[in-house]
């Protein structure tokens, strides 16, 4: 079945510094890939909707000039979280979406920390 | 907001025993899915029933959908302790995956 990768699944970074976070699509094209934030025992939240070519869609409350996201290729989006705060610590997930029935493929998420 | 909500909130079952998870939400969808999620990890896509299905079968899992009453509802028969995760019900109204809470099952060897 279609592989969702994420890079790396642990960072550990100091406060002020920026860290990247990649999804690749191993197996299939995604267009879309979508970008999410889970904070402990709670749902996730969509912070925002890659497009392969534009420019990303950040839902509300989400600082598009905190959480960068690149869709630069139909395989590739990265997230990078610029000066992190450890408010910024949580459990970051990303989806790619494969055909137009809307089934996502997840990716095994990524544990940032911020000391 | 469409996002679905799912009860119970937690659910403790013995081994064999079948697990029924309820999700509601308030606006129009296309669809509905369900996920896993093991502890601090990445989310398993379970099974998707569209806006005109009412029931769906997969395995082990059986997924109604009211669009009535806007609810679903997932069961889980037989169950495992590998059942162990939490599971969440997601819509997809215009494009956008919202999920609910979740509901936290364990499965009790």
């Keep these: 079945g279609a592989v969702v990768s994420q890079h790396p699944s642990r960072v ?4 002020g510094t920026s860290v990247k976070i990649e999804c690749r699509s191993l197996d299939f094209q995604a267009t879309t890939m ?9 749902s996730l939240m969509l912070m925002a909707t890659s497009n392969e070519g534009s420019k ?36 970051y997930i990303c989806s790619a979406r494969e055909g137009e029935a809307g089934e996502l493929f997840f990716g095994e ?7 | 907001s469409q996002q679905g909500e799912e009860d119970p ?24 899915q369900w996920y896993r999620q093991n502890s601090g990890r990445g989310l398993v896509h ?22 009535s009453k806007k609810s679903s509802s997932l069961l889980i028969t037989a ?18 995956l919202v999920f609910g809470k979740g509901t936290k099952l364990t499965v009790n060897p």
């Design chain 2, 79 to 96: 169950s495992r302790a590998a059942d162990t995760a939490s599971y969440f019900c997601a819509t997809v109204g215009s494009e956008k």
């Design chain 2, 9 to 32: 909130q937690a659910l403790s079952i013995q081994e064999g025993e079948n697990a029924t998870m309820n999700c509601s939400y308030k606006t129009s969808i296309n669809n509905l």
């Design chain 1, 56 to 91: 990303a869609t950040y839902e509300q409350g989400v600082e598009k000039d905190k959480f960068l996201i690149n869709h630069a290729s139909l395989t590739l989006s990265t997230l990078t979280v610029t000066s992190a705060h450890p408010e910024d610590s949580s459990f």
């Design chain 1, 34 to 42: 979508f970008w999410y934030r889970q904070f402990p025992k709670k």
């Design chain 1, 12 to 15: 550990i970074c100091k406060s």
């Design chain 2, 46 to 67: 379970l099974i998707l029933i569209r806006s005109n299905e009412r029931e769906k079968h997969s395995g082990r899992l059986r997924v109604t959908l009211d669009t």
């Design chain 1, 109 to 115: 998420g990524s544990r940032l920390t911020v000391l």
